[in-house]
C-alpha cells in the first residue's frame, strides 16, 4: 500500500462564502499542474446569488429567464479564480455545465460560452446535463472546470 507523498504541495482557494465552511471545501485546488474548480455558480463576492430564480410556493424554480445572466456571472467567477492560478479560460481543458432546465440552458450556454472564450468553437471538452436541484433553490446553473495553466499561450 502506498503511502501518499507528504512533498506535494497544493495551492487552494476560496471566496469565503458561507457555504465553503457548511460544506467543507475549496473553491479551486491545483495538483500535478492541474487546476480544478469546484462547481462555480452566479454569486457576487458578498455570497448573495446574482440573478437568482423565481421559485413557487414549494421552493422550485418556475422562472428560467435568468440562466444567461447566472451563466455569464458563472464564467466570471471562475475566471477570478483561474487567475489566482495564473491561467485563463484559454487554459480550460475541461468543463461540465450542470442546468435545471435544458431548454432554456442550452442556447443560453452555447452564447455564453462563446463569448467568454472569444470563439465560436472553443477547444475544449464540454458536456451540458440536466439535473433536478442545485445546492440552492434559486440556482439554476453551476459549472466546473479543469485547466492546465501555460496550456493556452504555447508556454
Known amino acids: 500500500m502506498s503511502t501518499p507523498d507528504q512533498n506535494v504541495v497544493r495551492q487552494a ?3 469565503g462564502v458561507p457555504w465553503e465552511a457548511a460544506f ?3 473553491q479551486a485546488v491545483e495538483q500535478d499542474g492541474v487546476v480544478y474548480l469546484s462547481g462555480q455558480l452566479s454569486h457576487d463576492m458578498d455570497g448573495a446569488l446574482v440573478a437568482p430564480a423565481s421559485l413557487d410556493a414549494a421552493g422550485v424554480p418556475v ?3 435568468s440562466t444567461e445572466a447566472q ?3 458563472t464564467y466570471e467567477n471562475a475566471i477570478d479564480l483561474l487567475a489566482r492560478f495564473d491561467a485563463t ?3 480550460v481543458v475541461e468543463e461540465t455545465v450542470f442546468v435545471i432546465d435544458m431548454d432554456s440552458a442550452f ?3 452555447a452564447k455564453v460560452r462563446k463569448e467568454m472564450y472569444g470563439t465560436a468553437r472553443p477547444q475544449v471538452a464540454s458536456s451540458i446535463v440536466a439535473v433536478s436541484r442545485l445546492a ?3 440556482q439554476l446553473v453551476e ?3 479543469r485547466a492546465v495553466p501555460g496550456r493556452g499561450r504555447g508556454d
Open 13 to 15: 482557494e476560496s471566496f
Open 24 to 26: 467543507g471545501y475549496e
Open 63 to 65: 422562472d428560467f429567464s
Open 71 to 73: 451563466i455569464r456571472r
Open 89 to 91: 479560460l484559454d487554459d
Open 107 to 109: 442556447p443560453a450556454a
Open 136 to 138: 440552492l433553490p434559486e
Open 143 to 145: 459549472i466546473s472546470f
